[in-house]
């Protein structure tokens, strides 16, 4: 019988004593952790990664755990956080919790409560947020292939046929998922922002672009041809594994070396 995942839990905290023995008795509970002493070291973990819940200090070096939360809620990163500080002043906890906190825990504390409310939160979590990693994705999708390569959204990671095997990010991962989600079908840049990263999101056109750009990449850097991932001119995009579409089409070349009748070529592009 296959034993259930360990959750990670990210682990922000800038004493360093305090945070070995925190991720000490995390592990001897079952749970896997990942600490960080900075705020950006953080932030930056959790735009390619995925993790369970944040625990998180109000007061560090380089921000406040405030304006971390905040910086993730504008990324549209959701986590489940508990703050843990030695602030033990009322309106403190009600600002952690005003700001999307999940529960607050003031230092010192034992280690057993710690345990049951990372717990705790962690039920709520898994019964209303079914581990969204973008708007459209999730850890709990199945793996699926994408022109040759296995697309793992667990584990935020590309197989390639070559052995390789690459960490993507969210926003990647949403990317590729939406497309296998409407096979065959044209998807205008702006219906991709909305499913990615939400419709309240404010995404250029160019950003996607890029993260487009990053994938087209990562399957040419590992021999991989993207024939069926098409960029349809002044729309959007198609993936099109089964060639059912001419969209996003080269026009072909009539015998007389033209390039294609009026109504191919508009089709095209």
């Given at each position: 019988?296959?034993?259930?995942?360990?959750?990670?839990?990210?682990?922000?905290?800038?004493?360093?004593?305090?945070?070995?023995?925190?991720?000490?008795?995390?592990?001897?509970?079952?749970?896997?952790?990942?600490?960080?002493?900075?705020?950006?070291?953080?932030?930056?973990?959790?735009?390619?990664?995925?993790?369970?819940?944040?625990?998180?200090?109000?007061?560090?070096?380089?921000?406040?755990?405030?304006?971390?939360?905040?910086?993730?809620?504008?990324?549209?990163?959701?986590?489940?956080?508990?703050?843990?500080?030695?602030?033990?002043?009322?309106?403190?906890?009600?600002?952690?919790?005003?700001?999307?906190?999940?529960?607050?825990?003031?230092?010192?504390?034992?280690?057993?409560?710690?345990?049951?409310?990372?717990?705790?939160?962690?039920?709520?979590?898994?019964?209303?947020?079914?581990?969204?990693?973008?708007?459209?994705?999730?850890?709990?999708?199945?793996?699926?292939?994408?022109?040759?390569?296995?697309?793992?959204?667990?584990?935020?990671?590309?197989?390639?046929?070559?052995?390789?095997?690459?960490?993507?990010?969210?926003?990647?991962?949403?990317?590729?998922?939406?497309?296998?989600?409407?096979?065959?079908?044209?998807?205008?840049?702006?219906?991709?922002?909305?499913?990615?990263?939400?419709?309240?999101?404010?995404?250029?056109?160019?950003?996607?672009?890029?993260?487009?750009?990053?994938?087209?990449?990562?399957?040419?850097?590992?021999?991989?041809?993207?024939?069926?991932?098409?960029?349809?001119?002044?729309?959007g995009y198609i993936f099109d594994p089964a060639g059912v579409s001419q969209e996003g089409r080269e026009p072909v070349p009539t015998p007389e070396g033209g390039s294609g009748s009026p109504a191919e070529s508009e089709s095209a592009e």
């Open positions: 019988m296959r034993s259930a995942p360990k959750p990670l839990i990210l682990v922000v905290e800038d004493e360093e004593e305090l945070a070995k023995l925190i991720s000490i008795h995390l592990e001897e509970a079952g749970m896997q952790t990942q600490v960080y002493n900075r705020c950006a070291h953080a932030l930056r973990f959790l735009k390619r990664n995925f993790a369970n819940l944040l625990l998180l200090d109000v007061n560090l070096p380089d921000q406040s755990g405030f304006q971390l939360l905040d910086e993730l809620r504008k990324s549209d990163i959701s986590i489940p956080t508990i703050f843990v500080t030695g602030n033990s002043l009322e309106t403190a906890k009600v600002k952690g919790l005003e700001m999307g906190g999940d529960d607050y825990i003031t230092k010192p504390f034992s280690y057993p409560e710690l345990v049951a409310r990372i717990r705790a939160v962690l039920r709520r979590a898994e019964s209303s947020a079914d581990n969204n990693v973008t708007k459209n994705a999730r850890v709990s999708d199945q793996p699926f292939d994408f022109c040759g390569a296995k697309v793992n959204p667990e584990r935020l990671e590309l197989e390639f046929p070559n052995g390789t095997v690459t960490k993507i990010g969210r926003k990647e991962l949403g990317i590729l998922a939406y497309l296998n989600d409407h096979q065959g079908v044209v998807i205008t840049r702006k219906a991709l922002i909305h499913s990615v990263w939400g419709i309240h999101a404010d995404v250029k056109s160019r950003s996607l672009d890029q993260y487009i750009v990053k994938v087209r990449d990562l399957f040419r850097t590992n021999g991989l041809s993207l024939d069926s991932f098409r960029t349809v001119h002044s729309v």
